[in-house]
Structure formats: structure tokens, C-alpha cells
Nanobody, 124 residues
Framework: QLQLKEAGGGSVQPGGSLRLSCAASTFTSNYYAIIWFRQAPGKEREGVACITSSGGMVKYGDAGAGRFTISLDNAKNMVFLQMDRLEPEDTGLYYC?????????????????WGQGTQVTVSS
């Protein structure tokens, strides 16, 4: 059973940066995609950024485009989300999720494996 664990959340002032990591226990398939979702209080989860195992497909949601960068270290089974120029609207619980299909879609039902989330708070 694949297990995911996020790290790197915290509190930061507007304009600051954070780097989130998602560690995967093991992949039984060489083909997978990992996505970062976030959920603000009272709102639905929204897709932030996604990457496939080959690194050949990278997609950003509206929330992540232009300020966030997703990257993959296959050797370590880790995915990173570099978040720059953070804004208070970026506050939320950030989850990584995985699917063994080579797709990147911001639909929570497509992802069978989830981490517990890491909290990001942007406030002055």
C-alpha cells in the first residue's frame, strides 16, 4: 500500500516562500502522477500542481501558476512544491495525492492515495 507523507508547511509572511515535500513509501508501478491539492477552511480542495513520473507532464492550477514550481526526485520517491511570493489566499491544508495512471487532472476522485496534509499559513 502506497503511503504519502507531506512536510514543510508552516507560517510565513506575505511575499515569503515555503518548500513542501511529499515522500512516497514505494511505487509498484513506474507510471504514476502526483498532485498537490490545497483546501482552505470552508472551501473545496483545489488542484495546485501535478507532475507525472517521467516528469514529462507538469500542470499547474490557477492557484499555482506563475508562483509555484513542482519537481520530482524519482530516485528518492519525492515530490517538491516550491511556493514563492505567497499570499494570504494561499493559506490552507496542502495534500499530496497519487494515482498509478499517467494523468494530471484536478479531480480528487482520480487519486487513490493521499497524505495527511501539511498546514500553510500566510499572515502578517
Amino acid at each position: 500500500q502506497l503511503q504519502l507523507k507531506e512536510a514543510g508547511g508552516g507560517s510565513v509572511q506575505p511575499g515569503g516562500s515555503l518548500r513542501l515535500s511529499c515522500a512516497a513509501s514505494t511505487f509498484t508501478s513506474n507510471y504514476y502522477a502526483i498532485i498537490w491539492f490545497r483546501q482552505a477552511p470552508g472551501k473545496e480542495r483545489e488542484g495546485v500542481a501535478c507532475i507525472t513520473s517521467s516528469g514529462g507532464m507538469v500542470k499547474y492550477g490557477d492557484a499555482g501558476a506563475g508562483r509555484f514550481t513542482i519537481s520530482l526526485d524519482n530516485a528518492k520517491n519525492m515530490v517538491f512544491l516550491q511556493m514563492d511570493r505567497l499570499e494570504p489566499e494561499d493559506t490552507g491544508l496542502y495534500y499530496c495525492a497519487a494515482t498509478t495512471r499517467l494523468l494530471c487532472v484536478p479531480d480528487v476522485t482520480e487519486y487513490a492515495y493521499w497524505g495527511q496534509g501539511t498546514q500553510v499559513t500566510v499572515s502578517s
